[in-house]
């Protein structure tokens, strides 16, 4: 299922696989203007970065990661020559929707270039957002976001949500949905817990793969063993737990 970028050549009409040994998916490949670089966006430990493929170098692995970022990048597009490149990218986070970001092409760092929704966020309280390993029952590391309510209070009880994917293979990344919001869920009291669980992509092949045949096995395990390690915090009310999804997440509401 792991979707790669091949190289055709029209004068030979042959073709080559550029991604040999990368392991997550590919999208949205645009050119540098010298024609020696190659963008591309790809999902990595729970997030959507930009990386780079560079043609000259002759190495076994030629393709670098430039955002290091929390967050979701979409919708590469490059401008200028090849003395003056210029990389834009929509970017959002589970604390914000979708804004258009320049990117260094040398360093990889970001710079908000349009403030649409400031505003509104402006009048808004967030909730943090944290990114927690919680340890598997096959001893992996399940890579999972906890989302707490505005004005978290420690020594207060919340109730709790277990926010189960659909895909069953997409990813529980950074973005900011208008449909499945955490902020949302938070805001109105509840700790939202949202793993990575077997299945889901962003963390390799392997992992993405694992589902296949075990609809109901590893990827359910992964689920209880997030919400059983998040609910052993003091402020999580054991009395009121729940769990949210759709399509295959419904399908894990209702298996659970």
Request: charged share 25%; net charge neutral.
């Amino acid at each position: 299922d792991r979707r790669r970028i091949f190289l055709y050549d029209f004068a030979a009409a042959k073709y080559r696989e550029l991604t040999i040994g990368y392991d997550n998916d590919v999208e949205e490949t645009k050119w540098s203007p010298s024609g020696r670089q190659f963008y591309f966006v790809s999902g990595n430990q729970g997030t959507v970065q930009v990386f780079v493929y560079d043609m000259d170098i002759k190495s076994k692995q030629p393709i670098r990661q430039l955002t290091k970022d929390v967050a979701d990048y979409s919708s590469i597009s490059i401008s200028g020559d090849v003395n003056n490149e210029t990389l834009v990218a929509a970017r959002m986070s589970m604390s914000q929707p979708t804004e258009i970001f320049g990117i260094d092409t040398k360093t990889g760092e970001p710079k908000q270039l349009t403030f649409t929704n400031k505003k509104f966020l402006d009048t808004f309280h967030l909730g943090k957002v944290e990114k927690r390993m919680v340890r598997s029952t096959d001893s992996k590391e399940i890579l999972t976001w906890v989302i707490y309510p505005p004005d978290f209070d420690s020594s207060k009880k919340y109730p709790t949500l277990l926010y189960c994917q659909g895909g069953p293979q997409s990813t529980v990344s950074q973005f900011f949905s208008y449909r499945w919001n955490f902020q949302l869920m938070a805001a109105n009291g509840y700790i939202i817990v949202a793993p990575n669980r077997r299945g889901l992509s962003s963390l390799g092949e392997a992992w993405n793969d694992a589902i296949s045949s075990d609809w109901g096995g590893q990827c359910m395990l992964d689920y209880l063993s997030a919400i059983d390690s998040v609910s052993k915090e003091p402020y999580v009310n054991k009395d009121k737990m729940g769990c949210v999804g759709a399509s295959f997440g419904g399908y894990s509401v209702f298996w659970l």
